[in-house]
């Protein structure tokens, strides 16, 4: 079992930028996919990317290619997001979550096992 805990958020004016960080508890951490998502007011949560247990493979929602950067520290039980050139409409609660399994359906929330609390983004226009 693992926890995570989400911290990094806040408010950003549009073009800026912010990085997530995602704690994970546990000795297992680099035995587990992570991803992040988010869901905004009124929305249903969306994938935003994605990293292997491997380190070998990441993947990005098209809204965020070029833009947003996953990454892991496998030695600090971490991951992150470095979001730059935010926009608007990148305004939601983000999530970090890690899986165990085969992750056949990476972008899928019900791929996922656990679940951060959540960070919130805020970005003006």
């Not at 587990?32 to 990005?60: I, L, N």
């Not at 165990?100 to 983004?121: F, K, L």
Request: proline share 2%; hydrophobic share 30%; net charge positive.
């Amino acid at each position: 079992q693992v926890q995570l805990v989400e911290s990094g958020g806040g408010l950003v004016q549009a073009g800026g930028s912010l990085r997530l960080s995602c704690a994970a508890s546990g000795r297992t951490f680099s035995s587990y996919h992570m991803g992040w998502f988010r869901q905004a007011p009124g929305k249903e949560r969306e994938f935003v990317a994605c990293f292997s247990r491997s380190g070998g493979f990441t993947d990005y929602a098209d809204s965020v290619k070029g833009r947003f950067t996953i990454s892991r520290d496998n030695a600090k039980n971490t991951v992150y997001l470095q979001m730059n050139s935010l926009k608007p409409e990148d305004t939601a609660v983000y999530y970090c979550a890690a899986d165990s399994g085969s992750w056949v359906t990476r972008r899928r929330g019900s791929e996922y096992d656990y679940w951060g609390q959540g960070t919130q983004v805020t970005v003006s226009s």
